[in-house]
């Protein structure tokens, strides 16, 4: 059908674009973003690919509805500036009649969407929390930066060594200060070198001097050695699994142990679905324009609704995880709501409505005769 074609490839045209730009915006605001965690020491410089890339893949549900949306607006608001809504309209085709056209266009991308909130999206921030682990506790050596003072992984150690000669095995003018055994420690050395054995690593120091502090007494040893050598530990702690955030949960495990995080949690991943739900029809009467007047305004409209919209997605997961709201009652108030505010709006556009309309539609009521 003529109708159904020209409105899903025009939509297509702009969907995809607006795709492109937003995926372009959204990677180089996180790549700004990712470089400065990791120039704080978050995660490994080395990962800042990976963790853009699962932090756009987290990001990708609104990506897609946002998209989804603009292109509907996009696509409706041209046809009534070029007056070509008035042909549809002429010939028999009113706002209801575009549903079913936006939604055969935009079930893949809800199906995307659905797979997206629940199963790629808590696997994505899994991963980004395993980067982050992995770097933190990473071994005494692997902190050791030349030029930089790191401290280890425990926080009992600081380590500084100013030049690295081949790699991390060797350096030049180490620094050690430790707080360990009921006493504070500082080690410096001319040169230092990594020595293995088995499963542990010693660091093996060369003309230096040692000075020992035990904690709240006055008493200081100093001590001259051309060789000392120290126990740096093994190659990296392990990773446990004590805790795990929310978000990185499985959306199954979440239905297992209905907490409130984990309601407040099932409430964003499937709000995440409903809102692109609820966009499509929302985008029908809020890209209804005067051509006359232009579609600023809409537009400004329709943004504003957006952000509103995945802001009260984020308030109400924030109350449902500390009990101000139920999860039943926030989900039929918010997408319950919105999806009754696009029927009512599309109903009203659809039929032409107004206030004074509806006033003659009001029943009269009989008058009284006086006998």
Known sequence: MLFHSSLRQELARSFGATLVVLATVVMTMTLIRTLGQASRGSFNPSDVTLVMGYTVLAYMPTILTMSLFISIFATLSRMYRDSEMVIWFTSGRGLSSFLKP???????????????????????????????????????????????????????????????????????????????????????????????????????????????????????????????????????????????????????????????????????????????????????????????????FNLVFSLFAFILYNNLLNLGQNWIATGQFSFGGFMLSLHGGALALGLCWLAKSHNNWTLHSLAKLRPSLPRKTSP
């Not at 682990?133 to 060594?161: H, L, T, W």
């Open 102 to 296: 936006l939604f055969q266009f935009a079930w893949p991308v809800l199906l995307v969407v659905m797979a997206l909130a629940l199963l790629v999206l808590p696997w994505s921030n899994q991963r980004i929390e395993i980067l982050k682990e992995q770097y933190e506790k990473r071994g005494d050596i692997e902190r050791v930066q030349p030029g930089q003072f790191q401290e280890s992984a425990g926080g009992k150690r600081v380590f500084f060594v100013e030049k690295d000669a081949s790699g991390k095995l060797s350096g030049s003018n180490v620094f050690i200060a430790t707080s360990e055994n009921g006493k504070e420690t500082i080690t410096s050395a001319r040169s230092g070198r990594i020595q293995r054995e088995g499963q542990d690593r010693f660091l093996l120091l060369s003309n230096g001097q040692r000075l020992e502090n035990p904690i709240g007494k006055g008493e200081l040893k100093i001590s001259e050695f051309e060789e000392y050598r120290i126990k740096v530990g093994q190659d990296m702690l392990p990773i446990t699994d004590e805790f795990a955030p929310v978000n990185t949960l499985p959306t199954l495990d979440l239905f297992k142990k209905l907490t409130l995080p984990n309601l407040a949690e099932l409430s964003w991943r499937f709000g995440l679905i409903l809102a692109a739900f609820n966009f499509v029809i929302l985008g029908i009467p809020v890209s209804s324009v005067n051509p006359r007047i232009g579609r600023s």
